[in-house]
């Protein structure tokens, strides 16, 4: 028996027994394994992590296939179990294609049909093994209908979802990505899908209703994932309800639908804040469910930096540099072409550097920026109140920072809303950002109150103190040095006089 005769037999049983064919990580394993090769090996040859081979897709593979046999299968006697049901068929009797009632079987991975639109490549790939392993389970196991991958500017939500549709892809009949970066109109994105499923455009029904049910009647029949990323450009800027654009209510719609109505696909959004409606939707035993993406542990980030090139540096060097950046794979990435290009990949000359100069790279600056823009003017002034505070705040201290009267629960949904966009953290009870978060929030706000002073115009300087007199003398300190004094070189260097 040759390794082509073993996987038809493998995946006839599977198949029989479970209802599934075998997915592109499972046949992997099977080949790396037919040629006697570590699961180290096999993750070397393919795109997958070795975590993921050995500990998700493994034993999962294994266990179907002791199922499918009867008989226990591991990873040293799969041959000869396969073997010996190949010899006892006789012969193979080749793929069939199977309706079972609305559910379409392909015949083969060759009937998948893909449509990668502006999807981004992720050969070189870093962590997040476990987030990928949930998700997977989500997907193939719990068969969920509609998945949210959450996370701030630069966290990798595009890269997980990229590499999650390639590793469950084959498991699909149809899969297709689409941005919704420039805001398509839903008329516009439904027709595109329709397209893709290969119903005529005079097909398409008038009205928004009509075209969502026939959308929905695909969905139905056929197994599709379908991936919109960049879900929050349809959003409302500066909604604490995260409420959708006016002219853009029909996506929430159509998410509601493929979320509430029973169907064989999964919808994957990826979005730095979550729709409107679906928090109320989801649970742990639901098929709707969402992701909240955090920074990368040391060993992964510092894979990003060997990619990047050589660089040197002590572990706690290595450590106070990504935790500064709180693991942000993108923010790391700038960095790591910052340190190459000016400190020539040498960590140590980088920190000692953070230490007299606040630097914030421009492009981590645009990120911080594009998000701070749509927020609400109650989750601006707590992000500044938490940025001139210098350390974790709790709920009754903001509260009182906060000079206009706002009452406790119209705080309470500002930091549920600035905590959903990973823009702080909550310790203990208490609140507060992260390293380059508070950097360049007290830039803006420096800036701001400057050119107030220069327009003779006084909002931040009405609501919001410079220094507090309350507070402990380090804090203090550090206020004058990193808000006042900067606020008074500014306003000097301008008017060329002290």
Not at 3 to 8: A, D, I, N, S, V
Not at 255 to 272: D, K
Not at 368 to 387: C, D, G, H, P
Not at 429 to 439: D, F, L, N, R, S
Request: glycine share 6%.
């Amino acid at each position: 028996m040759n390794f082509k005769q073993c996987l038809k037999v493998a995946d006839e049983a599977v198949f029989t027994n479970v209802g599934r064919r075998l997915n592109s990580p499972e046949i992997a394993i099977l080949q790396g394994s037919w040629q006697s090769q570590t699961y180290e090996k096999i993750a070397k040859d393919t795109s997958y992590s070795v975590s993921y081979l050995k500990r998700t897709v493994a034993p999962k593979l294994w266990k179907i296939l002791t199922q499918a046999l009867s008989e226990e299968v591991s990873k040293t006697n799969f041959k000869s179990a396969l073997e010996r049901r190949w010899r006892k068929q006789g012969r193979w009797e080749g793929w069939e294609q199977e309706n079972r009632g609305d559910k379409l079987i392909p015949s083969s991975p060759s009937c998948l049909k893909t449509d990668w639109g502006e999807a981004i490549d992720v050969s070189a790939f870093y962590g997040r093994t476990d987030e990928l392993a949930k998700l997977d389970k989500w997907i193939l196991s719990d068969r969920c209908r509609l998945i949210t991958i959450l996370g701030m500017g630069g966290m990798g939500k595009t890269a997980v979802a990229a590499k999650l549709a390639q590793q469950v892809q084959s498991e699909f009949e149809y899969v297709i990505w689409r941005s919704l970066r420039n805001t398509p109109p839903i008329d516009d994105t439904l027709a595109d899908l329709m397209q893709f499923f290969c119903v005529e455009q005079n097909d398409l029904p008038k009205t928004l209703d009509a075209k969502i049910l026939k959308l929905m009647a695909v969905l139905r029949n056929h197994r599709c994932l379908l991936i919109l990323d960049n879900t929050e450009s349809i959003l409302q800027s500066g909604d604490i309800r995260n409420s959708y654009r006016e002219g853009y209510e029909g996506y929430g719609q159509l998410f509601r639908c493929i979320a509430e109505t029973t169907n064989q696909s999964c919808l994957v959004l990826t979005s730095r804040e979550k729709p409107k409606g679906l928090a109320a939707k989801e649970g742990e035993n639901l098929p709707i469910r969402s992701i909240s993406l955090t920074g990368l542990q040391l060993a992964e980030a510092q894979n990003i930096f060997q990619h990047k090139g050589k660089f040197t540096g002590s572990k706690p060097e290595w450590e106070l540099v990504i935790n500064h950046y709180a693991g942000n794979p993108f923010a790391l990435k700038i960095v790591a072409t910052g340190i190459l290009e000016v400190f020539e990949g040498n960590i140590s000359k980088f920190v000692e550097y953070r230490k007299r100069e606040t630097l914030i790279f421009n492009d981590i600056h645009d990120i911080l920026q594009k998000q701070f823009n749509r927020l609400t003017n109650i989750e601006q002034s707590v992000m500044y109140w938490l940025a001139i505070n210098r350390e974790p705040g709790f709920f009754e201290e903001l509260q009182d920072d906060l000079i206009t009267e706002k009452s406790g629960s119209e705080l309470l949904e500002a930091l549920v809303s600035l905590h959903r966009r990973s823009l702080i953290e909550k310790m203990s009870m208490q609140y507060i950002q992260q390293a380059v978060v508070m950097e360049y929030v007290t830039e803006r706000f420096i800036n701001l109150c400057c050119a107030e002073i220069f327009k003779e115009e006084t909002i931040l300087l009405r609501s919001h103190a410079l220094t507090k007199i309350t507070t402990k003398d380090y804090i203090r300190e550090s206020q004058i040095r990193l808000i006042l004094e900067p606020l008074v070189t500014q306003i000097n260097t301008k008017l060329h006089s002290q």
